[in-house]
């Protein structure tokens, strides 16, 4: 039986990605917040996944407004890194999980989530920055990966509520995968920033803390937050936070912390960061 | 659930882009998803006036894309993850680009996210702005 063994949320910045690929993680401004991932990449050392399922959202990289699937699983073999228009970050393209992918977009779209199904896809900074983040700078990235990739860019988004229960579906999906696999589940993107506008550069630290406490403890109050409070108080770009729902729903209803780390600024964000592992098993 | 597109325009300083945003500036965004490719970048970059007659465009996007007027974009439909195809075609980052829809330069805005962002107080809201 295959088995979601632990959740990692981050945010998912392109300067990191840049940073990362420029070779400037020490430099005065980047070395305090790589420092906060130290302890990730030696935890999934010893906690590698056989298949990351990545919830992150597509930066008008590879969907145009021709066709903007809400929600879009890729089942495909491989899927290529995107030119974001500064030419494809210099990482490894991804392998995918088809057996898994195929049977987890069977399964969600008869629980009633009518997820679009990707054959291929091109990925971008919102799936290869938290890969660059977890794994460093590898030949070849060290685990599978399912790309879940949610519409946060267009109102309407998916509602909380939508998002969380899509992450006890993906729960239960998993657990019904015959083939014995470690599996994570990650939620990308925010935290608060705005990257728009006269009031760009908005940042809301205390309102993040207070979402990564309630994502722990008791998720099920986030879920009827509405898309205004997120732009209101974490800017229009903080919405991008719905996704991390879906992590915690398929974490179960109690987890352990296990990491935790925020950092202002990088670039126009507030960098947050966690390491959740359910309770009690199969629960 | 019956939408709500006014809500947002409470918010001060914000454009938030929506499904009908995304009608309205549907070419305009056409036109930057087409800058992922190097080859149109370098094709815009030499002649932009031609190139961005290559679409079907109103002539106040295309002036707001020859000015390089962010906001003017984001009022006419655009979205900047499109529009950050435009920035990128020119080497500009988020932070060199996203600080001149702003009333700071560059480096003002630089040292306000270094010092921890721009507050939310006084910013939720256009009553709290005491903007109309
Ligand atoms: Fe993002």
Same mark, same amino acid.
């Given at each position: 039986?295959?088995?979601?063994?632990?959740?990692?949320?981050?945010?998912?910045?392109?300067?990191?990605?840049?940073?990362?690929?420029?070779?400037?993680?020490?430099?005065?401004?980047?070395?305090?917040?790589?420092?906060?991932?130290?302890?990730?990449?030696?935890?999934?050392?010893?906690?590698?996944?056989?298949?990351?399922?990545?919830?992150?959202?597509?930066?008008?990289? &590879?969907?145009?407004?021709?066709?903007?699937?809400?929600?879009?699983?890729?089942?495909?073999?491989?899927?290529?890194?995107? %030119?974001?228009?500064?030419?494809?970050?210099?990482?490894?393209?991804?392998?995918?999980?088809?057996?898994?992918?195929?049977?987890?977009?069977?399964?969600?779209?008869?629980?009633?989530?009518?997820?679009?199904?990707?054959?291929?896809?091109?990925?971008?900074?919102?799936?290869?920055?938290?890969?660059?983040?977890?794994?460093?700078?590898?030949?070849?990235?060290?685990?599978?990966?399912?790309?879940?990739?949610? @519409?946060?860019?267009? &109102?309407?988004?998916?509602?909380?509520?939508?998002?969380?229960?899509?992450?006890?579906?993906?729960?239960?999906?998993?657990?019904?995968?015959?083939?014995?696999?470690?599996?994570?589940?990650?939620?990308?993107?925010?935290?608060?920033?705005?990257?728009?506008?006269?009031?760009?550069?908005?940042?809301?630290?205390?309102? %993040?803390?207070?979402?990564?406490?309630?994502?722990?403890?008791?998720?099920?109050?986030?879920?009827?937050?509405?898309?205004?409070?997120?732009?209101?108080?974490?800017?229009?770009?903080?919405?991008?936070?719905?996704?991390?729902?879906?992590?915690?729903?398929?974490?179960?209803?109690?987890?352990?912390?296990?990491?935790?780390? @925020?950092?202002?600024?990088?670039?126009?964000?507030?960098?947050?960061?966690?390491?959740?592992?359910?309770?009690?098993? @199969?629960? | 659930?019956?939408?709500?597109?006014?809500?947002?325009?409470?918010?001060?300083?914000?454009?938030?882009?929506?499904?009908?945003?995304?009608?309205?500036?549907?070419?305009?965004?056409?036109?930057?998803?087409?800058?992922?490719?190097?080859?149109?970048?370098?094709?815009?970059?030499?002649?932009?006036?031609?190139?961005?007659?290559?679409?079907?465009?109103?002539?106040?996007?295309?002036?707001?894309?020859?000015?390089?007027?962010?906001?003017?974009?984001? %009022?006419?439909?655009?979205?900047?993850?499109?529009?950050?195809?435009?920035?990128?075609?020119?080497?500009?980052?988020?932070?060199?680009?996203?600080?001149?829809?702003?009333?700071?330069?560059?480096?003002?805005?630089?040292?306000?996210?270094?010092?921890?962002?721009? @507050?939310?107080?006084?910013?939720?809201?256009?009553?709290?702005?005491?903007?109309?």
């Amino acid at each position: 039986m295959a088995k979601i063994t632990a959740g990692v949320a981050t945010s998912h910045v392109p300067a990191v990605g840049a940073a990362i690929d420029m070779g400037r993680t020490e430099d005065d401004y980047w070395k305090p917040m790589f420092q906060g991932y130290e302890f990730s990449k030696s935890w999934i050392k010893t906690n590698n996944p056989d298949v990351a399922i990545i919830v992150y959202n597509d930066h008008a990289s &590879y969907f145009g407004m021709e066709i903007m699937p809400t929600f879009a699983i890729g089942v495909a073999e491989s899927f290529e890194v995107c %030119d974001e228009g500064y030419g494809p970050r210099p990482v490894p393209s991804v392998e995918g999980a088809p057996e898994l992918a195929t049977h987890l977009a069977a399964s969600l779209i008869l629980d009633d989530f009518d997820l679009t199904v990707l054959n291929v896809l091109e990925v971008d900074h919102g799936l290869t920055v938290p890969l660059s983040l977890m794994y460093g700078t590898p030949d070849k990235w060290p685990s599978k990966v399912i790309p879940l990739a949610v @519409n946060v860019v267009m &109102y309407p988004q998916p509602s909380g509520e939508r998002c969380l229960s899509l992450g006890k579906a993906i729960r239960r999906a998993v657990e019904e995968f015959d083939e014995d696999l470690n599996v994570q589940i990650w939620g990308t993107g925010g935290m608060s920033h705005q990257i728009q506008g006269a009031r760009a550069g908005l940042i809301n630290l205390p309102w %993040d803390q207070k979402f990564m406490d309630d994502l722990v403890d008791q998720p099920e109050v986030l879920q009827y937050k509405p898309h205004l409070e997120y732009m209101r108080e974490a800017g229009s770009e903080g919405v991008e936070l719905i996704m991390w729902l879906i992590m915690r729903g398929a974490l179960g209803d109690k987890v352990d912390e296990v990491h935790r780390f @925020n950092h202002v600024p990088a670039s126009n964000t507030s960098v947050g960061h966690l390491i959740l592992t359910p309770q009690g098993g @199969n629960a | 659930m019956k939408p709500d597109f006014e809500q947002f325009k409470d918010l001060p300083g914000t454009t938030i882009f929506t499904i009908e945003k995304g009608r309205e500036g549907f070419q305009l965004n056409e036109f930057c998803m087409s800058l992922r490719k190097e080859e149109n970048r370098r094709r815009f970059l030499a002649d932009e006036r031609s190139y961005l007659d290559e679409w079907e465009m109103t002539e106040d996007q295309k002036q707001a894309v020859l000015t390089r007027d962010f906001q003017k974009m984001l %009022d006419n439909g655009g979205n900047v993850y499109f529009l950050s195809k435009i920035f990128a075609a020119e080497g500009l980052s988020y932070v060199q680009a996203v600080s001149t829809m702003t009333d700071m330069n560059v480096e003002q805005y630089q040292a306000m996210m270094l010092a921890g962002g721009r @507050n939310v107080e006084g910013w939720r809201s256009k009553k709290e702005r005491d903007v109309a």
